[in-house]
Structure formats: structure tokens, C-alpha cells
């Protein structure tokens, strides 16, 4: 059993949970199916470790199981070790969350109203309008990083033709660049071992509120694609610090995970 697993969040059972299935989108609002959900998140378990991590009885589990395979959103896989019992695990897009309690204060109003028409330059106007979506849906409590971080991606992967170069250092100031050619704001190498960057006056969060956590979902992506292709390696960009946390720039650290094939 993964003790991770044990390590759930109360507000990760009380999100109401979006999957994107081939039937369309589907919100899971049980509390029980989205406990199993954060449990089956980053590995597959057999029913009895739900059984036990959840403390409900085999019964409701299974239920609760068929319900989610039946909406698409988890599968099932024969036990490499004991072919008799079957791991479940996520077979749909995770697109977010919409929390029960809204993580900011309802002073945003204010807050856009000022960013917005505080401004006479057409790029920070759309900037902030495109910030002005994004707060009005974290104000209602739905959390759409997965979209973002999946757009950031796509946006690495499309740019890493322009930007790869086989030593590190080199790709590093052709991102630098990238950066700050297109306003994404002024990144410094901060350390090459382990590989950490810091961003000044970050386009994606230097002007949100402080929600109290790293708020760079789309940064992230556009870095883990092009630093997964240039180790070939599955690449997490952890972000460890952000202006939406209260810090005074936003630093993410390129964690190595596992080789790509």
C-alpha cells in the first residue's frame, strides 16, 4: 500500500471534482467517490487499501467503484501480483476543482476594477482581462491550474524546436529570452544543481491576490515541456515560490523524475 495515499488534505475530499471523459464532462460532487478519487490521483490501488484508507465497507466501495467506472472516469487492470484482485485507477482528464468555500475575500471586485482601467497599454489591458476570467472563477471556487498547466505544455512543446540546445546553460538563456520577449517577465537562473529559476514580475500571477499558494500553472507547464525534451526525462517544475503566496517572485525547481521512453 502507498502510504502517501494516508497524507489527504480535508479540502482534497471536499472539492467537488471535473473529469473530462469521451461522453463530455462529468462533476463528481460524492464526498466518498472524490476521496477515492485523491487516492487513486497519482498511483492505482486494489479495492481492499480503498477499503482501508477510506474506512467505508467493502460494499459501499464497490458501489461507489461501478459508479465511476460506469461514468468513464476510473478503469480497472488485473493485479500483476495476485491476478484474482484488480487495481482501479483514473482513466479520465483531471480539469479541476470547484471548492465548496470560495479561497478568496470578496473584495476582488475592487481589486479588478483598479488593475483593469489603471491601464492604457493594450497588452497589459488584455493581460488583465484574461486575470480578470481567472479571478472571477477562483472567486466562485473553481480551480482550472490542470487547463492551464495542459495549455502551458502544449505552448512548450510547440516552441521547443526554437528554444532546444543540447547544453543546458544554452537552452537556459534561450528560455531567459523567451521570457522576456514575450512578456512573460524576467527569469534568472538562480542555480544549475539542481536546476532552479526565479521570475520577476510574473505575466501569469505578479498581480493576483495573495491566495496563499503557487498560482504558475501555465509557467509550469511551458517549463516541464521543454526541459522534459531536452533530458528526456518526465520533468516536474515545482513551484516553490509565487507572488500569489506573498513572496516577492515567483522560483520554480526542475525536478528530474523518471525516464522517458
Not at 467493502?58 to 484488480?86: C, F, M, N, Q, W
Not at 488593475?115 to 486575470?131: A, E, G, H, N
Not at 529570452?177 to 505575466?203: H, K
Request: proline share 3%.
Amino acid at each position: 500500500m502507498n502510504q502517501k495515499n494516508l497524507q489527504l488534505e480535508a479540502s482534497e475530499v471536499e472539492e467537488v471534482k471535473i473529469f473530462g471523459t469521451q461522453n463530455g464532462i462529468n462533476v463528481i460532487e460524492s464526498p466518498i467517490k472524490t476521496r477515492i478519487l485523491s487516492l487513486l490521483k497519482d498511483d492505482g490501488l486494489n479495492g481492499s487499501d480503498i477499503v482501508v484508507l477510506t474506512g467505508k465497507s467493502k460494499s459501499t466501495i464497490s458501489a461507489h467503484l461501478k459508479d465511476l467506472i460506469k461514468e468513464d472516469i476510473v478503469d480497472y487492470k488485473p493485479d500483476p501480483v495476485d491476478g484474482r484482485r484488480k487495481i482501479f485507477y483514473i482513466k479520465s482528464r483531471y480539469l479541476g476543482t470547484i471548492s465548496r468555500e470560495s479561497e478568496l475575500e470578496k473584495d476582488m471586485d475592487d481589486y479588478l476594477k483598479k488593475q483593469v482601467t489603471s491601464s492604457t497599454d493594450p497588452f497589459k489591458f488584455y493581460k488583465y482581462i484574461l486575470r480578470t476570467i481567472r479571478v472571477s472563477l477562483m472567486e466562485e471556487g473553481v480551480n482550472i491550474d490542470p487547463i492551464l498547466h495542459d495549455a502551458g505544455f502544449k505552448v512548450g512543446q510547440t516552441f521547443n524546436d526554437q528554444l532546444k540546445n543540447p547544453v543546458t546553460e544554452n537552452l537556459l538563456e534561450n528560455v531567459v529570452q523567451f521570457w522576456e520577449d514575450n512578456n512573460l517577465g524576467r527569469m534568472v537562473a538562480e542555480s544549475l544543481d539542481p536546476l532552479t529559476i526565479r521570475v520577476y514580475d510574473c505575466f501569469e500571477c505578479a498581480t493576483l491576490p495573495i491566495i496563499g499558494r503557487s498560482a504558475c500553472a501555465f509557467d509550469s507547464g511551458i517549463l516541464e515541456a521543454i526541459f522534459s525534451a531536452h533530458f528526456n526525462q518526465e520533468i516536474e517544475a515545482d513551484e516553490i515560490k509565487c507572488y500569489a503566496k506573498g513572496d516577492e517572485y515567483c522560483c520554480f525547481k526542475i525536478n528530474r523524475l523518471q525516464i522517458l521512453r
